[in-house]
């Protein structure tokens, strides 16, 4: 059975930083995209960044690229979101997704594309 462990939510102030940690486990289990999703009260889960197994070049949504970045270790099974700057904008319940096979650009962005995903790890940043 595959479970997805998020870490590292809290509440900051505006400007600080956060690194949010997602290990997956399971027998075998080698995803090969891993991505961060966002979900604030009353808005529709958003995309965030995604990193593929294969790729060297992260995709990230407009509103936080520049400030966040996503990184994996394979060897691990752990997948990173670094959060700089962040803004009040940025409060959210933030998860982790895997998917076991191939996605492209847009469809790594989905939610629909993921079939694994983590409880969710709160983001508070206070203004």
């Known amino acids: 059975q595959v479970q997805l462990v998020e870490s590292g939510g809290g509440l900051v102030q505006a400007g600080a930083s956060l690194r949010l940690s997602c290990a997956a486990s399971?027998?075998?289990?080698?995803?090969?995209?891993m991505g961060w999703f966002r979900q604030a009260p009353g808005k529709e889960r958003e995309f965030v960044a995604h990193?593929?197994?294969?790729?060297?070049?992260?995709v990230y949504a407009d509103s936080v690229k520049g400030r966040f970045t996503i990184s994996r270790d394979n060897a691990k099974n752990t997948v990173y979101l670094q959060m700089n700057s962040l803004k009040a904008e940025d409060t959210a319940a933030y998860y982790c997704?895997?998917?076991?096979?191939?996605?492209?650009?847009?469809?790594?962005?989905?939610?629909?594309?993921?079939?694994?995903w983590g409880q969710g790890t709160q983001v508070t940043v206070s203004s």
């Open positions: 990193i593929t197994k294969t790729s060297a070049i992260p």
């Open positions: 997704a895997a998917r076991n096979s191939y996605c492209s650009s847009y469809e790594c962005s989905q939610t629909n594309y993921y079939e694994y």
């Open positions: 399971g027998r075998t289990f080698s995803p090969y995209a």
